[in-house]
């Protein structure tokens, strides 16, 4: 049995993975298995420090306890999983925790700069420690028991992802609600995106990139109306469209960090969490000047 640290209270996954991990507030088949979260440090919030008490007394009716210290949570811990709501929070948060080698999870935003997000992947290549970054879309059912697995369909040449893209003080662009449409697109085209262009509302902005191998994908992400999570995903065989449940998407991220964990191997490569950084932030680049595609490589 893993035992699991968090580090900052200010998002509801400290309750909603706790929850999971530990068999409590939820029905069983939200239940994992092979971890228990046994003990969270508050730490701070630049985004939402009034959610901390509440997140807090929530965790100890569960069991939770309550440490004063990054160093005295690592006394108790085998695995850690850094959820605070700022992207830019994480490298400070997660260093310390990759050079003690105990194996580490960071919530998105993975990052709000590149060089952030460098430096928190290079920090776990030099301790030889597990970093696995990543939204639960990515393991929803929609997208891990559709037609696309095993190829049914054959190639996937291109794909529309959308959801929700409120935008917030912190993590700007689609790193707030948008990142997880955009890690939708990149779980469904993989990495290998070059340039991403831009088209901004009020209400909605369109990001297309255009992958190496002349692959289009597009994020669409609403802010009025309707704003539930889907893709379109156009194969060589058909095309598959779907509506993206979060019914089992937090169970099966925190599946996933228990499989991570224990073999040693993320579930998300590292160079798919660094292409979704520098997607967003192109998107980003590309909107401040009119719409103009950007490179990729710019991002540095």
């Given at each position: 049995m893993l035992r699991l640290g968090i580090v900052d209270l200010d998002s509801s996954h400290s309750v909603e993975f706790s929850r999971r991990f530990n068999h409590a507030g939820v029905d069983r088949e939200q239940w994992v298995e092979g971890a228990q979260v046994v003990a969270a440090w508050s730490g701070g919030s630049v985004m939402a420090p009034?959610?901390?008490?509440?997140?807090?007394?929530?965790?100890?009716?569960?069991?939770v306890g309550i440490v004063g210290s990054h160093e005295q949570l690592m006394e108790q811990i085998d695995g850690v999983l850094i959820l605070s709501l700022c992207g830019d929070c994480h490298l400070a948060r997660a260093r310390p925790f990759l050079e003690a080698k105990i194996p580490t999870f960071v919530d998105k935003p993975f990052a709000c700069s590149i060089s952030d997000a460098r430096e928190i992947v290079e920090l776990a290549q030099q301790n030889d420690t597990t970093l696995l970054n990543s939204s639960a879309l990515r393991f929803s059912r929609e997208v891990k028991e559709s037609a696309l697995q095993n190829q049914q369909l054959g190639r996937i040449n291109g794909a529309i992802t959308y959801g929700p893209a409120k935008r917030t003080?912190?993590?700007?662009?689609?790193?707030?609600?948008?990142?997880?449409?955009?890690?939708?697109?990149?779980?469904?085209?993989?990495?290998?995106?070059?340039?991403?262009?831009?088209?901004?509302s009020e209400d909605a902005e369109v990001v297309t990139g255009v992958w190496a191998d002349g692959r289009i994908g597009t994020v669409r992400g609403n802010r009025t109306g309707m704003t539930s999570y889907g893709f379109v995903a156009y194969c060589e065989g058909g095309v598959v469209s779907e509506t993206v449940s979060t019914r089992f998407a937090y169970r099966n991220l925190c599946r996933e960090i228990v499989r991570s964990f224990e073999s040693g191997q993320p579930s998300v490569s590292h160079e798919s969490s660094l292409d979704v950084v520098r997607f967003v932030l192109a998107s980003l680049q590309s909107e401040r000047s009119g719409g103009r595609p950007v490179s990729l490589q710019e991002i540095n």
């Open positions: 009034e959610r901390i008490s509440a997140f807090q007394a929530e965790l100890e009716s569960i069991g003080d912190g993590n700007p662009g689609l790193f707030h609600y948008g990142i997880h449409s955009v890690e939708l697109l990149f779980e469904l085209l993989g990495s290998g995106c070059e340039t991403v262009s831009t088209t901004w």
